[in-house]
């Protein structure tokens, strides 16, 4: 799960934070109510596919609080190809 949860490569996710950008967690973790739990699913999708190159099929999926009402959230993350969507990553949206 950790691996997966990395998102990217560590030269990726340091090019994102040279831009001054917040990885697709810290975002929702943001955005969901302080101190409330964020609920994400299907973090191993893509797990063992496209040669370990798609952790979460590059996207962060799940439900969290918001103003106390129950959202869902789905977030790009750019670290993992750049964004790029792969047939998993379709399937998980």
């Known amino acids: 799960l950790d691996q997966a949860r990395a998102g990217g490569s560590p030269r990726a996710v340091e090019r994102?934070?040279?831009r001054d950008k917040m990885?697709?967690?810290e975002r929702i973790e943001?955005?969901?109510?302080?101190?409330t739990a964020f609920l994400e699913t299907s973090t191993l999708a893509a797990n063992g596919?496209?040669?370990?190159g798609a952790p979460s099929a590059g996207i962060v999926t799940g439900i969290g609080l918001v103003h106390g009402r129950e959202c869902?959230?789905?977030a790009n993350?750019?670290?993992?190809?750049?964004?790029s969507y792969f047939p998993m990553t379709v399937k998980k949206h």
């Open 23 to 25: 990885l697709p967690r």
């Open 49 to 52: 596919l496209y040669d370990d």
């Open 30 to 35: 943001a955005i969901i109510d302080p101190g």
């Open 72 to 74: 869902l959230f789905v």
């Open 77 to 83: 993350d750019a670290t993992v190809k750049g964004g």
């Open 16 to 18: 994102h934070r040279a």
